[in-house]
T-cell receptor
Framework: DQQVKQNSPSLSVQEGRISILNCDYT??????FLWYKKYPAEGPTFLIS?????DKNEDGRFTVFLNKSAKHLSLHIVPSQPGDSAVYFC??????????FGQGTRLTINP | NAGVTQTPKFQVLKTGQSMTLQCAQD?????MYWYRQDPGMGLRLIYY???????DKGEVPNGYNVSRLNKREFSLRLESAAPSQTSVYFC??????????????FGPGTRLTVL
């Protein structure tokens, strides 16, 4: 049972435009959500997170939105840059001990 | 700080061979994790160690064993490798500091092929 789902395996966006990556979850006990970015041949690196008590968190070009009633979160990147091309994983936590990851979305930014 | 380091970077095994993947962190983190990443599956937790001296199974523990050697080091052992264990393995660690308690820091990965 996939508790965290990223239904788009890939996304292609033009440089300078907005990239929107989506993530759905099923476990209502999740109270913390994170986005990780992964380049080829490297480990994932933390990007941004949000607690379930908030509905938005912003960090520079990156904003994460949380819709608890829909069990949906999204990551917005504005404006998109070529260096943003990577695989993005969303992750969720019900206890601080463990993270549950989605399948990942490969974002390609075209010049 | 080197962060989280993993050895080896690449390994090819034959079915039935054994090997140990090594992981070390220099951030004084309490918790450590082993994941595997397979195409279309995201990262799946194999085992974790909440603190020195403890280990627990994750989502996909079968075929693996772990040892938390000390606070810095957490190793993953394959006793009898199978082709289904071909994957990229990531080690991660986590602080208990309140502001970052949910964030895990990952190593560069070990790419393992079992023939």
């Amino acid at each position: 049972d996939q508790q965290v789902k990223q239904n788009s395996p890939s996304l292609s966006v033009q440089e300078g435009r907005i990239s929107i990556l989506n993530c759905d979850y099923t476990n209502s006990m999740f109270d913390y959500f994170l986005w990780y970015k992964k380049y080829p041949a490297e480990g994932p690196t933390f990007l941004i997170s949000i607690s379930s008590i908030k509905d938005k968190n912003e960090d520079g070009r990156f904003t994460v939105f949380l819709n608890k009633s829909a069990k949906h979160l999204s990551l917005h990147i504005v404006p998109s840059q070529p260096g943003d091309s990577a695989v993005y994983f969303c992750a969720a936590s019900a206890t601080a001990q463990k993270l549950v990851f989605g399948q990942g979305t490969r974002l390609t930014i075209n010049p | 700080n080197a962060g989280v380091t993993q050895t080896p970077k690449f390994q090819v095994l034959k079915t039935g061979q054994s090997m140990t993947l090594q992981c070390a962190q220099d951030m004084n983190h309490n918790s450590m994790y082993w994941y595997r990443q397979d195409p279309g599956m995201g990262l799946r937790l194999i085992y974790y160690s909440a603190s020195e001296g403890t280990t627990d199974k994750g989502e996909v523990p079968n075929g693996y064993n772990v040892s938390r050697l000390n606070k810095r080091e957490f190793s993953l052992r394959l006793e009898s490798a199978a082709p289904s264990q071909t994957s990229v393995y990531f080690c991660a660690s986590r602080t208990w500091e309140a502001e970052r308690v949910n964030e895990q820091f990952f190593g560069p990965g070990t790419r393992l092929t079992v023939l």
